[in-house]
C-alpha cells in the first residue's frame, strides 16, 4: 500500500503538480482495497459545507453512517495558506511534495476513521486499541445497530430521550475532541503511513522526512500536559470524562496506585504504543521525548 501511495505522491511532485480529485479517488481506492474496506466507503463527495470558523477548519470527514468521504477544496486551501510558512525548511520538490503529503494525510486520517469502523464491528478482536475504538464509537455503533434503531421506532425507547442522550454526547465529543482515542490513533497512523511511504526515498527529501517524523512525534505527546490537570494521561481523562470509567477499571494493567499501574503498563507496552494509544508514560519519558521534538527543523523557525 505505502509503496503505491509513494508512486502516486512522486509522480504527481515532480511533475509540478498538486493532489486533484484523480488523486484522491486513487488514494481512496489504494487503502479501501488494502484493508477491505468496501463495505464502509462506498461514494467520496467533494463539498465546500463543512465546519470553518475562528477555531479552524475541518478539510474533511468521514461518515459512518452513509460510508462517504467528504473533502473540502476550500478548507484544504486555507490549510495550505497557513503552513507555506515551512517552505523556507525545503527545497523545491520538498516544498509540492510537503503540500501534496499535507493532503494525503488528511485523507488517510478519514480513511482510519473508516478502518476503526470496521474494528469496532469486529468480536474476535480483544486488543487495547479496539477496547478503546469501541468505546469511542459507542453511540455510532448504537446507531447502526437494527435491534437498537427497531426499539426507537417502536417507542421502547423514547424519541425525546434518544435526542437528548445525541445532544449530550456531541457537547461531550466536542470538550474531550483533543483527548479521543480515535482522533489520536487516525493521526498517528496516518503520519506512519506517510513516513512508511516517504522511507525509500528520504535521502532525497532529508528535510522533508525530518518535518513529517517531528509531525508524527507531535501528535503522540499531544494531550498530555492537558491531561495531567485531571488524571493520569489522555486516554483516562477522556474514559472519565466520557461516562466510560468502566473501560479504564477493566484494563488489566490498572491499579489503584498510579505508581503502580505506570509500573505494569510500561512492562506491557512500550514507549511508543503508550503514546500511541494516550497511555501513562512518566515525565521522565514525555520529557526526554519533547526535548527531542525541539531539535527538530519544524521548531526551528
Known amino acids: 500500500m505505502e509503496l503505491e501511495i509513494l508512486k502516486l505522491i512522486y509522480y504527481y511532485s515532480v511533475n509540478g503538480k498538486l493532489v486533484d480529485s484523480k488523486f484522491i479517488d486513487k488514494i481512496i481506492e489504494i487503502v479501501v482495497n488494502k484493508k477491505n474496506l468496501d463495505s464502509y466507503v462506498r461514494n467520496v463527495r467533494f463539498t465546500s459545507q463543512l465546519d470553518k470558523n475562528d477555531y479552524g477548519v475541518t478539510c474533511a470527514a468521514y461518515s459512518p453512517l452513509s460510508m462517504e468521504v467528504l473533502i473540502d477544496y476550500e478548507s484544504i486551501k486555507i490549510v495550505m495558506e497557513n503552513r507555506s510558512s515551512y517552505d523556507c525548511l525545503f527545497h523545491s520538490l520538498e516544498q509540492i511534495m510537503f503540500r501534496n503529503l499535507t493532503i494525503t494525510q488528511i485523507i488517510l486520517h478519514e480513511l482510519e476513521h473508516a478502518y476503526q469502523n470496521k474494528q469496532a464491528d469486529s468480536k474476535a478482536d480483544s486488543s487495547i486499541e479496539v477496547k478503546l475504538i469501541k468505546a469511542s464509537l459507542f453511540l455510532e455503533q448504537a446507531m447502526k445497530n437494527p435491534k437498537f434503531l427497531a426499539a426507537v421506532l417502536k417507542g421502547e425507547i423514547i424519541s425525546q430521550d434518544f435526542l437528548t442522550y445525541i445532544l449530550q454526547n456531541r457537547e461531550l465529543y466536542k470538550q474531550y475532541y483533543a483527548l479521543n482515542p480515535t ?9 506512519r503511513a506517510i513516513l512508511t511511504s516517504i522511507e525509500p526515498i528520504k535521502k532525497h527529501i532529508p528535510n522533508l522526512y525530518e518535518f513529517q517524523n517531528a509531525s508524527l512525534v507531535e501528535e503522540m505527546l499531544r494531550g498530555y500536559q492537558d491531561s495531567w490537570n485531571e488524571g493520569i494521561c489522555p486516554t483516562q481523562v477522556y474514559l472519565f470524562g466520557t461516562r466510560q470509567s468502566k473501560v479504564w477499571l477493566d484494563f488489566d494493567f490498572y491499579n489503584q496506585d498510579s505508581k503502580q499501574l505506570i509500573k505494569t503498563v510500561s512492562e506491557q ?7 500511541s494509544l494516550g497511555l ?3 515525565y521522565e519519558e514525555y520529557e526526554k521525548t519533547h526535548d527531542w521534538l525541539q531539535t527538530t527543523n519544524k521548531y526551528s523557525i
Not at 482522533?183 to 503520519?191: D, G, K, T
Not at 507496552?269 to 503514546?275: C, G, Q
Open 183 to 191: 482522533e489520536r490513533l487516525a493521526q498517528i497512523n496516518s503520519f
Open 280 to 282: 501513562p508514560v512518566t
Open 269 to 275: 507496552n512500550n514507549l511508543a504504543r503508550r503514546l
